[in-house]
């Protein structure tokens, strides 16, 4: 198939999502300019993002520092227009120079010692990163994100303010794998009400971002409050190996 089929399906895929995110929005009463949409692009490959690009998305979302890496040198030789790029998997201490360097946001933030090392990079890459802190509302063994209720957490929110490369914007979560939308609905509620909280507990920490939402849940989310969903299968179609 030609990349002019393959962008057209693409748009046709991304005329379906706005259709749904503009009713999703109507439903809770809320402007669509609220919510950004996040195409996550992992396992597609950098012609997939151009596809997205020739759409007007700016926004995507990649769970790899080694495999975005290597799209954003072809996408750099393809002469792709300029466009956010967030980290939304998890990250090891020891890849945080290169993600802090590679990426315009890192919004998988789960430990103190990976904020502090993200913030040395970026105070070396002479660059202000903005983070969100991934928490994680479900027992799934497979998750990883910081529990609501963990010291860790505490301690990380009072040291951010010092951390002065990062830019602290909010609070991004993974719903669990379920059938049961009240499942679903409830863990959305659980992260709003948590930035309630901290919120108020830290009013020098910025709070405003919720990242949530997902092609199965985005609706739901939106409805709960969402102010980004990260669609993958719905504008790019099924991933061959789950990740
Ligand atoms: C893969 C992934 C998504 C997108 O999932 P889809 O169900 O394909 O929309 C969103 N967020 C995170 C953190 C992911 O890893």
Redesign the pocket.
Known sequence: MDSQSTAEEFGTRLARVEEAIAAACRQANRPRGEVQLMA?S?THPASALLDAMASGLRIF?E?RVQEYQQKAAQLATAGAPSAEVHL??HLQSNKAARAAELFSAIDTVDSLRLAERLDEAAMRARKTLPILLEVKLSEEESKTGLAPEARELEELLERLPNLRSLSMRGLMT?APITEDRQVTRSCFQSLRGLRDQLSSRHPRLDFSELSMG???DFEIAIEEGSTCI?????LFGA?EAM?
């Open positions: 996550v992992k979302g769970n939304i998997g993974v997902m092609s199965g990260r669609i993958g299968t719905a991933r990740r």
